[in-house]
């Protein structure tokens, strides 16, 4: 069993539909999570960070964390065509720890 | 003004050669790593050095030899290439250990073993 779970879709929706993008885990030293979002033949790029449980609001992106039952999302509000990629979660133990572990990542279609 | 450059950005190439990819940042940082995403996007650490100190060492087939000649510079040497050893191999860098979990990506070098 991996660390992180991710399911990989692909995921298609219409423009303007909430997505609802999500990760499991099993390591409970895992503090620090977060969304990275990369685009076909790119680098990932941060797009949110959150230390342990709570929500985190930016825009039209919020993550939330469930550290009780190990459970991370990402939801997107009025989804654009720009917001297709492929968004990969990542936690740590530690803040500034080196090792990050990723999700497999979810391939996201936004229609317009 | 690219903050994580890597080169080749493609490097295609025939079983048992050796090749390398090179990265370079600019933004100052003092940890470089090197990531590998197969073709299923399960992105997966490799390297860590900070400081051209060698921190992470995950389970890599010892054909792969990173080399760190300055902290902005993060070369990665493949000897005897595997079909297996085709994927995108990404470099990325972040500020000194404890003061942030984001990591900068470069674009990436896919390598595709003939």
């Known amino acids: 069993q991996k660390e992180v779970e991710q399911d990989p879709g692909p995921l298609s929706v219409p423009e303007g539909a909430i997505v609802s993008l999500n990760c499991t885990y099993s390591n409970s030293a895992f503090q620090y999570f977060m969304w990275y979002r990369q685009y076909s033949r790119k680098g990932p790029e941060l797009l949110m960070y959150t230390y342990s449980s709570g929500n985190k609001e930016d825009g039209r992106f919020t993550a939330q964390v469930d550290k009780s039952s190990k459970y991370i999302s990402l939801f997107i509000r009025d989804s654009q065509p720009s917001d297709s990629a492929t968004y990969l979660c990542?936690?740590?133990?530690?803040?500034?720890?080196?090792?990050?572990?990723f999700g497999q990542g979810t391939r996201l279609t936004i229609n317009p | 003004d690219t903050a994580v450059s890597q080169t080749p950005k493609y490097l295609v190439t025939q079983m048992g050669n050796d090749k390398s990819i090179k990265c370079e940042q600019n933004?100052?940082?003092?940890?470089m790593y090197w990531y590998k995403q197969d073709s299923k996007k399960f992105l997966k650490i490799m390297f860590s050095?900070?400081?051209?100190?060698?921190?992470i060492n995950e389970t890599v087939p010892n054909r792969f030899s990173p080399k760190s000649p300055d902290k902005a510079h993060l070369n990665l040497h493949i000897n005897s290439l595997e079909l297996g050893d085709s994927a995108v191999y990404f470099c990325a860098s972040s500020q000194e250990p404890g003061t942030s979990n984001e990591q900068f990506f470069g674009p990436g070098t896919r390598l595709t073993v003939l």
């Open positions: 050095y900070n400081n051209k100190e060698l921190i």
């Open positions: 933004l100052g940082h003092d940890t």
């Open positions: 990542a936690m740590s133990a530690n803040v500034g720890a080196q090792k990050l572990v």
